[in-house]
């Protein structure tokens, strides 16, 4: 059995590996030994743009880094995929997500998202794959109405709009126009 390990933790690994999503993973047997407690440096993650993403899929080799993505989440059965906004053939996909993860991510199906976690490869030729530390829904800016042009009324005051409501030192004053006749 595994022994228990913190982040940071220095450990050794030993087994046998073999290439998967386009890079090396350890298989079943695999040993794992304690060797002494550490601290993990906090690391900014790298915002994933949607080309970067077509270039992981077409590369030959990928790097291990931390990173986000954002995209709009989809779940069908095991599989928590995100659609890349502008990626031309590459789609986002939670890897190996914890319970945690996979009760956040019900709660967002269908819905923009960010990811934040370590892109581990790439898989099915399509897929980037990362194991995600968190996820969280993008927040969407209400749009603001459209502000109405402003018309200028006497005595160098402004009216904003047909029917606007003047509101002058807490009470409300009418405020009316008339034309001037010739």
Known sequence: SAPTVNAGDKVSVAGKTSSYGKLMQFGNGTEVAFKEAGTV?????????????????AAD????KYVTLTGTLSISGNYYNIA????SQA???????????KEQATALNGKEITVEGYFIGVSGTVYVNIMATSIKAVEVEPEQPEQPEESKGGCGSSIVGIGAAVTLLGAAAIVTMK????
Do not use: F, N, R
Not at 84 to 87: F, V
Not at 96 to 101: C, F, G, K, S, V
């Open 41 to 57: 440096a906090t690391v900014t993650p790298e915002a994933l743009t949607a080309e970067q993403c077509d270039a992981y899929v």
């Open 61 to 64: 080799s990928v790097v291990i």
């Open 84 to 87: 890349i906004e502008g990626a």
């Open 91 to 101: 789609k986002g996909s939670i890897a190996y997500p914890t319970d945690a993860i």
């Open 179 to 182: 034309k001037k006749e010739d």
